[in-house]
């Protein structure tokens, strides 16, 4: 286990314009999660060809950099697909053992991503509260968007539970197995869930102070700013192999969005 406080630092100008901390949420045998805020790549590559946390931390590692070589990582691999614009938990193994291992379980459903998404609507009360989306995706990269084919796309299933609601926003669940890229953005979409914030697939607006102003205490006012991002976020992985028996990860959302959430969750009724 990581202790509350264990930090991973990125100078300036690596992940983006200024320096990143990222906090451990655990270590494991041969593997960490770290979790990462919004614009920032989680594998090789990042937005605006910025190298990514996994290319980062090799860079810091041949560098010699003493935080990186403490790790004890020889080649670090990014287990699964978040995407840069999203938040939450990522999972890097550092040895050939705990990538074949995780891995493996990723291929094999023992991994399984809990993302929290706000949708910008509220759900009707006749209208069901869960929604499973299983179209295949491929993902173009000159265009740097997946697509739903049924002819090249790979598997990929998202099973979405509602959860809350109040100010015209509702807060669902999103769960899958395997992550492809950009998958809970393009399965929202086609179950007419409309993620705020979502400017790739969709014009959707962010959520913002002023939406929720009528009718939020100004003290609440005061803790919540606008979260220009797509209000996505990976907070819990559960994993599930023969070292790392129902092991479950968690990270808070990025303080914008918990705002947000604090907000919705407050004011919303039991019931719909």
């Given at each position: 286990m990581a202790s509350d406080s264990e930090l991973l630092t990125f100078p300036e100008n690596v992940l983006a314009d200024g320096p990143v901390r990222l906090p451990i949420v655990h270590r494991g045998d041969g593997w960490i999660a770290l979790a990462k805020p919004p614009g920032i790549g989680a594998g090789e590559y990042g937005p605006a060809d910025r190298p990514g946390v996994v290319r980062a931390?090799?860079?810091?590692?041949s560098r010699g950099g003493a935080q990186y070589v403490r790790l004890g990582f020889k080649s670090p691999v990014v287990v699964h697909e978040?995407?840069?614009?999203?938040?939450?938990?990522?999972?890097?193994a550092g040895n050939e053992a705990a990538t074949v291992r995780l891995k493996q379980a990723l291929g094999s459903n023992r991994l399984e991503f809990v993302f929290t998404v706000v949708v910008a609507a509220?759900?009707?009360?006749?209208?069901?509260k869960e929604a499973v989306c299983d179209l295949p995706l491929g993902f173009d990269e000159a265009e740097g968007r997946a697509y739903v084919s049924h002819r090249d796309g790979r598997k990929a299933s998202t099973r979405f539970s509602w959860r809350t609601q109040a100010f015209g926003h509702a807060v669902w669940e999103a769960r899958t197995f395997l992550p492809r890229r950009d998958q809970i953005r393009v399965h929202?979409?086609?179950?007419?869930?409309?993620i705020a914030g979502e400017n790739l697939y969709g014009n959707v607006r962010p959520v913002?102070?002023?939406?929720?102003?009528?009718?939020?205490?100004?003290?609440?006012?005061?803790?919540?700013?606008?979260?220009?991002?797509?209000?996505?976020?990976?907070?819990?992985?559960?994993?599930?192999?023969p070292?790392?028996?129902?092991?479950?990860?968690?990270?808070?959302p990025p303080k914008a969005m918990e705002s947000v959430l604090r907000i919705l969750s407050g004011q919303a009724a039991d019931k719909i």
């Amino acid at each position: 286990m990581a202790s509350d406080s264990e930090l991973l630092t990125f100078p300036e100008n690596v992940l983006a314009d200024g320096p990143v901390r990222l906090p451990i949420v655990h270590r494991g045998d041969g593997w960490i999660a770290l979790a990462k805020p919004p614009g920032i790549g989680a594998g090789e590559y990042g937005p605006a060809d910025r190298p990514g946390v996994v290319r980062a931390l090799r860079t810091g590692i041949s560098r010699g950099g003493a935080q990186y070589v403490r790790l004890g990582f020889k080649s670090p691999v990014v287990v699964h697909e978040l995407d840069s614009d999203l938040s939450g938990i990522v999972i890097v193994a550092g040895n050939e053992a705990a990538t074949v291992r995780l891995k493996q379980a990723l291929g094999s459903n023992r991994l399984e991503f809990v993302f929290t998404v706000v949708v910008a609507a509220e759900l009707d009360a006749e209208a069901p509260k869960e929604a499973v989306c299983d179209l295949p995706l491929g993902f173009d990269e000159a265009e740097g968007r997946a697509y739903v084919s049924h002819r090249d796309g790979r598997k990929a299933s998202t099973r979405f539970s509602w959860r809350t609601q109040a100010f015209g926003h509702a807060v669902w669940e999103a769960r899958t197995f395997l992550p492809r890229r950009d998958q809970i953005r393009v399965h929202a979409v086609e179950s007419r869930l409309w993620i705020a914030g979502e400017n790739l697939y969709g014009n959707v607006r962010p959520v913002r102070p002023a939406l929720l102003k009528p009718r939020v205490r100004k003290a609440q006012m005061a803790e919540a700013s606008a979260y220009p991002w797509p209000c996505v976020h990976l907070g819990e992985v559960i994993v599930e192999t023969p070292l790392e028996p129902a092991l479950r990860l968690s990270a808070p959302p990025p303080k914008a969005m918990e705002s947000v959430l604090r907000i919705l969750s407050g004011q919303a009724a039991d019931k719909i």
